[in-house]
């Protein structure tokens, strides 16, 4: 397993003099929702707070001419507009573009920023966005993914889940999930299926906060800061980044709700949040062999895995990991224990996955005894899986 060269950020550094050594990574936070859900309203609001003071914004919008990005309010020159289409893969140049111009703009002095929004396309399936900062040589060196909003239509939000797939992944893969339009909930009925959809939000992403714009919930001191570094404090907080409690009671109900009325042609349920744990410690090659395996096999469905894992070489220097899909953001280790659970936690949100099949083929190359799975060993000296077993 490859190790970071450098460790994680301690303490906001945003205001002092630039040094010859490496600048602190500027917090990136992606803003997405269906089309129509109030997006751009939301990062009207949020702009104009000075909590949100030198952001540097990137507009994607939908089409050969752009229109809402006229409702954007100037930030100075920081407003890149991308009119390319969807953030998908055929417009990750224009995104790595836009956000290494920005550096460029930074590091010679024509512009002045400390935090970076980027609002997607209604349209648009968020992995893609996640996957260029996450895998990007340059750009995972000079931007930290400070977390993923995404806004709902309380109005139109049940409707939309019913009908797109890309609102549910949209909804799974957020850090914050925000509710527009609660204001027009005006009848008892329009209450009433709010309460269904915020049931329904949870269960899709049981660890995301469900904030309500209209009541002024939608705060940047509830919206930013919820990626897994918080510079004020020497030590990420891991524990809140996993929320794997959160998962494992979801699994819980999910697991019940699956057995009892499951519908293979509801996008809900081909949705599962689930975590697992162990304080077993895995050596650093199986672990690359498990997460190369499940993401070979499942990427495709593998909406998001984030853990916190001992290995057997550095029981004591836990090693975070983070991914989208087939992409992950290289390895962090930690020089410590964030806290006092010294046990591998892994937490996913996965589409057409079975949670037990994912936890023993985990515990496969853990060794853990299985009569009906095959053993590490097995796995590894095996010609038929996809990375080629051992050479012969």
């Known amino acids: 397993m490859t190790l970071p060269d450098r460790p994680p950020a301690s303490r906001d550094r945003s205001s002092e003099p630039r040094g010859l050594g490496p600048a602190e990574p500027i917090p990136l936070t992606v803003l997405t929702g269906f089309l129509g859900a109030g997006k751009t309203s939301l990062l009207n609001r949020l702009i104009v707070d000075p909590a949100l003071a030198e952001t540097a914004v990137i507009v994607n919008e939908f089409g050969e001419i752009g229109l809402d990005h006229l409702l954007v309010k100037p930030i100075r020159d920081g407003v890149v507009l991308l009119q390319s289409g969807c953030l998908c893969c055929t417009l990750r140049g224009d995104l790595v573009e836009a956000l290494e111009q920005l550096l460029r703009d930074l590091d010679n ?29 340059y750009l995972v060196m000079r931007y930290r993914l400070d977390g993923v909003i995404t806004v709902v239509d309380a109005v139109n939000g049940g409707a939309t889940l019913d009908q797109h797939l890309e609102s549910v992944k949209q909804v799974a893969v957020a850090d914050r999930i925000v509710l527009s339009k609660t204001d027009l909930l005006d009848t008892p009925d329009r209450r009433q299926s709010k309460e269904q959809l915020v049931a329904r939000l949870r ?15 939608a705060a940047p001191a509830r919206l930013l800061a919820c990626g897994l570094y918080d510079p004020t404090r020497k030590l990420p907080d891991v524990t809140r980044w996993l929320a794997a409690e959160a998962y494992a009671q979801a699994d819980q109900t999910q697991h019940h709700d699956h057995a009892h009325h499951h519908d293979v042609n509801r996008h809900d349920d081909r949705i599962r949040a689930f975590s ?34 001992k290995l057997k070489e550095t029981p004591a220097q836990p090693v975070v990991i983070h991914g989208v899909q087939h992409i992950f953001h290289p390895v962090v280790q930690l020089p410590q224990w ?33 009569p009906d799975q095959p053993d590490g060993a097995a796995l590894i000296d095996n010609p038929l899986i996809p990375f080629g077993g051992i050479d012969r």
């Open 203 to 217: 269960a899709l992403n049981p660890a995301a906060p469900i904030l309500d714009a209209a009541d002024g919930e």
């Open 109 to 137: 002095g024509r512009a002045e920023f400390r935090r970076v929004i980027l609002e997607t396309t209604g349209l648009a399936d968020p992995a893609p966005v996640l996957q260029t900062v996450m895998a990007h040589p």
């Open 276 to 309: 697992f744990a162990t304080e077993t410690a895995i050596p650093a090659p199986m672990f690359d062999m498990f997460l190369e395996l499940l993401r070979s096999v499942h990427g495709e469905n593998l909406l998001r895995l984030k853990g916190i894992v």
């Open 338 to 370: 964030p806290d006092g659970d010294e046990r591998t936690r892994i937490v996913l949100i996965t589409r057409d996955l079975d949670p037990a099949a994912i936890k023993k083929l985990f515990d496969a190359f853990l060794g853990a005894a299985a």
